[in-house]
C-alpha cells in the first residue's frame, strides 16, 4: 500500500530540483492562506453577513407592519428611512414577478433568501443582487399591493472581505516571488554542475569551470573540478606514453628492415619481413587508438556534409547514402571523421555495398550502416569492441591490425553520450547503428 502510494507521489511531483524546492517553500503559504481565509469566510464572515441581513429584514418587517397598522405616519417613516438610510421605498399595485433573480450559488443571495423566508413566508418576497451596482432590489407581496425596496448593497455584505483577501494574498504572492528569485540563485549552480559533468562525460575538456553557490555546492563543484583534471592528465599520460612507446619502437623496426634488405638469403628476409610490417601496422593502429584520446574542441557540425566528405575521400562507388539532410550536432570533428571511416572501411573490405540511411528524431540521430558481407555471430557483438579482441573465424574484422578499430570506434561515440549496437542487416551481413544526441 505505502509502496504504491510512494510511486504515486514519485510521478506526481515535479522532476527537477527547483520545482520541488518551490512546493517546499510555496505549499506552506498556500496552505496556510487557504485555512485562514476558510476560517475568516466560514466564522467571521458568514456570521457577520447573517448578522446584518437578520437586522435588515427585520426592519423591512417593520416597515411592513407600520404600513399596514399606522398608515397615517407612513409618510414620515418612510422619508425617515431614505434620509437615514438610504433606502427607496415604494408601495404599488403592479404585478408581483414570478421568476426569481436570485444566484443559486451566492452567499449574499442565500443568506438573504433564508431571512426573508423566515420573516415573509414561502413566494412571499423577491430580490434581485446584480440589477444594480451599489443597490439591491427587494420586493414583498402584500394582499392587493407590492411593497419596493431599493437597499444599499453595503447593508447586506460585509465590504471588509475584498480587503482582507487582498491583505492575505498580496503578501503570500511577494514571498513566493522572492523564494522564485532565491530558488532560481541556489539552483543555478546546480544546473551549471550538471551541464559541466555532461560535457565531461562526452569527451569536452572543461577547463573554465568555476564553483560557485552555496558551500556544499560548491565543495561538490570543486571537487568534480579536481576530479576532472586528475582524469585529463591520466588520458594526456596514457596518450603520450602510448605514442612514445610506438615512435621509440620504429626506429629499431626501421634498422631492420635496413638490415633484412642486404640479407642474401631472400626466402629468410621475405618472411622476417612480413613480421616486421605486421609489428609496424601494430604500432600504426596504436598510435591511431592514442589519438583518439587527444584533445579536441567541441564545435557544431553538420552530419550530414561530414558523411559526404568521408564518401568523396573514399571514392567508392559501392558506398550508398540515403536521406542525406542537413543535420546539426555537437561534436568533435576529426573524431568522428575517423569514427564513420572505421565503420565504412570496415564495411567496404568485408562486403561488396554498403549502405548508409540517417534518421533524424526529436533529440536523436540514427545513423544505420549495413553491409551485404558474411557478418558476424551474435555471440561476438559485445566482444568486437573490446581492445585487442580479433575474430579468427567468419568475418575477421581486425585481420590487418591488433583489433583496436571497433574499440576506437565505441569510445568515439560513448563520449559524444551516443550509443552503438550491431546487428543482422537485410543483405545478411553486418548491421551497424549509430545513435548520436542532437
Given at each position: 500500500m505505502f509502496s504504491g502510494l510512494n510511486r504515486l507521489i514519485k510521478i506526481i511531483l515535479p522532476k527537477r530540483l527547483f520545482y520541488r524546492a518551490l512546493i517546499i517553500v510555496a505549499a506552506p503559504t498556500i496552505i496556510l492562506q487557504l485555512i485562514v481565509t476558510i476560517v475568516f469566510f466560514d466564522s467571521i464572515w458568514i456570521k457577520a453577513n447573517k448578522n446584518i441581513t437578520r437586522s435588515l429584514v427585520s426592519q423591512l418587517k417593520t416597515i411592513q407592519d407600520i404600513y399596514l397598522n399606522d398608515r397615517e405616519n407612513l409618510d414620515f417613516f418612510t422619508d425617515s428611512y431614505k434620509n437615514n438610510f438610504n433606502f427607496e421605498i415604494d408601495i404599488n399595485k403592479?404585478?408581483?414577478?414570478?421568476?426569481?433573480?436570485?444566484?443559486?450559488?451566492?452567499?449574499?443571495?442565500?443568506?438573504?433568501?433564508?431571512e426573508l423566508k423566515s420573516a415573509f413566508g414561502m413566494n412571499n418576497y423577491w430580490f434581485n443582487t446584480t440589477k444594480?451596482?451599489?443597490?439591491?432590489?427587494?420586493?414583498?407581496k402584500l394582499e392587493n399591493e407590492t411593497m419596493e425596496f431599493l437597499i444599499p448593497k453595503e447593508m447586506i455584505s460585509a465590504s471588509s472581505v475584498r480587503l482582507f483577501v487582498l491583505w492575505t494574498t498580496l503578501p503570500s504572492i511577494v514571498l513566493i516571488l522572492i523564494a522564485l528569485i532565491f530558488l532560481k540563485n541556489q539552483t543555478k549552480p546546480l544546473v551549471k554542475l550538471a551541464k559541466a559533468a555532461e560535457r565531461f562525460g562526452k569527451g569536452?575538456?572543461?577547463?573554465?569551470?568555476?564553483?560557485?553557490?552555496?558551500?556544499?555546492?560548491?565543495?561538490?563543484?570543486?571537487?568534480?573540478?579536481?576530479?576532472?583534471?586528475?582524469?585529463?592528465?591520466?588520458l594526456n599520460q596514457r596518450s603520450e606514453m602510448l605514442s612514445g612507446i610506438s615512435h621509440d619502437l620504429r626506429t629499431p623496426l626501421t634498422r631492420l628492415k635496413l638490415q633484412l634488405a642486404m640479407i642474401e638469403q631472400k626466402n629468410i628476409s621475405e618472411k622476417m619481413s612480413?613480421?616486421?610490417?605486421?609489428?609496424?601496422?601494430?604500432?600504426?593502429?596504436?598510435?591511431?587508438?592514442?589519438?583518439?584520446?587527444?584533445?579536441?574542441?567541441?564545435?557544431?557540425?553538420?552530419?550530414?556534409?561530414?558523411?559526404n566528405q568521408i564518401k568523396k575521400d573514399l571514392n567508392n562507388e559501392n558506398l550508398n547514402i540515403s536521406n542525406l539532410n542537413k543535420i546539426i550536432i555537437n561534436g568533435r570533428l576529426f573524431a568522428l571523421k575517423r569514427c564513420f571511416e572505421n565503420i565504412f572501411q570496415n564495411g567496404l573490405t568485408y562486403g561488396k555495398k554498403v549502405y548508409v540511411d540517417i534518421q533524424k528524431?526529436?533529440?536523436?540521430?540514427?545513423?544505420?550502416?549495413?553491409?551485404?558481407?558474411?557478418?558476424?555471430?551474435?555471440?561476438h557483438y559485445k566482444?568486437?569492441?573490446?581492445?585487442?579482441?580479433?575474430?579468427?573465424?567468419?568475418?575477421n574484422l581486425n585481420q590487418s591490425g591488433v583489433g583496436l578499430g571497433l574499440a576506437i570506434v565505441?569510445?568515439?561515440?560513448?563520449?559524444?553520450?551516443?550509443?552503438?549496437?550491431?546487428g543482422k542487416s537485410k543483405y545478411n551481413g553486418l548491421l551497424v547503428k549509430v545513435s548520436l544526441p542532437i
Amino acid at each position: 500500500m505505502f509502496s504504491g502510494l510512494n510511486r504515486l507521489i514519485k510521478i506526481i511531483l515535479p522532476k527537477r530540483l527547483f520545482y520541488r524546492a518551490l512546493i517546499i517553500v510555496a505549499a506552506p503559504t498556500i496552505i496556510l492562506q487557504l485555512i485562514v481565509t476558510i476560517v475568516f469566510f466560514d466564522s467571521i464572515w458568514i456570521k457577520a453577513n447573517k448578522n446584518i441581513t437578520r437586522s435588515l429584514v427585520s426592519q423591512l418587517k417593520t416597515i411592513q407592519d407600520i404600513y399596514l397598522n399606522d398608515r397615517e405616519n407612513l409618510d414620515f417613516f418612510t422619508d425617515s428611512y431614505k434620509n437615514n438610510f438610504n433606502f427607496e421605498i415604494d408601495i404599488n399595485k403592479n404585478s408581483f414577478p414570478v421568476l426569481t433573480g436570485e444566484r443559486k450559488f451566492s452567499p449574499m443571495d442565500r443568506s438573504l433568501r433564508r431571512e426573508l423566508k423566515s420573516a415573509f413566508g414561502m413566494n412571499n418576497y423577491w430580490f434581485n443582487t446584480t440589477k444594480f451596482k451599489k443597490a439591491v432590489e427587494i420586493k414583498i407581496k402584500l394582499e392587493n399591493e407590492t411593497m419596493e425596496f431599493l437597499i444599499p448593497k453595503e447593508m447586506i455584505s460585509a465590504s471588509s472581505v475584498r480587503l482582507f483577501v487582498l491583505w492575505t494574498t498580496l503578501p503570500s504572492i511577494v514571498l513566493i516571488l522572492i523564494a522564485l528569485i532565491f530558488l532560481k540563485n541556489q539552483t543555478k549552480p546546480l544546473v551549471k554542475l550538471a551541464k559541466a559533468a555532461e560535457r565531461f562525460g562526452k569527451g569536452d575538456y572543461v577547463n573554465n569551470f568555476r564553483p560557485s553557490g552555496a558551500a556544499e555546492i560548491r565543495k561538490a563543484a570543486y571537487e568534480f573540478d579536481r576530479m576532472a583534471k586528475r582524469i585529463n592528465r591520466h588520458l594526456n599520460q596514457r596518450s603520450e606514453m602510448l605514442s612514445g612507446i610506438s615512435h621509440d619502437l620504429r626506429t629499431p623496426l626501421t634498422r631492420l628492415k635496413l638490415q633484412l634488405a642486404m640479407i642474401e638469403q631472400k626466402n629468410i628476409s621475405e618472411k622476417m619481413s612480413k613480421d616486421i610490417d605486421e609489428m609496424e601496422n601494430m604500432l600504426n593502429d596504436y598510435l591511431q587508438f592514442a589519438k583518439t584520446q587527444t584533445q579536441e574542441t567541441t564545435s557544431k557540425i553538420d552530419l550530414s556534409h561530414l558523411i559526404n566528405q568521408i564518401k568523396k575521400d573514399l571514392n567508392n562507388e559501392n558506398l550508398n547514402i540515403s536521406n542525406l539532410n542537413k543535420i546539426i550536432i555537437n561534436g568533435r570533428l576529426f573524431a568522428l571523421k575517423r569514427c564513420f571511416e572505421n565503420i565504412f572501411q570496415n564495411g567496404l573490405t568485408y562486403g561488396k555495398k554498403v549502405y548508409v540511411d540517417i534518421q533524424k528524431g526529436s533529440n536523436i540521430i540514427t545513423v544505420n550502416i549495413a553491409d551485404d558481407g558474411p557478418g558476424i555471430s551474435e555471440e561476438h557483438y559485445k566482444n568486437v569492441f573490446k581492445p585487442f579482441f580479433r575474430l579468427d573465424k567468419s568475418r575477421n574484422l581486425n585481420q590487418s591490425g591488433v583489433g583496436l578499430g571497433l574499440a576506437i570506434v565505441e569510445d568515439i561515440i560513448n563520449s559524444h553520450g551516443g550509443n552503438i549496437q550491431l546487428g543482422k542487416s537485410k543483405y545478411n551481413g553486418l548491421l551497424v547503428k549509430v545513435s548520436l544526441p542532437i
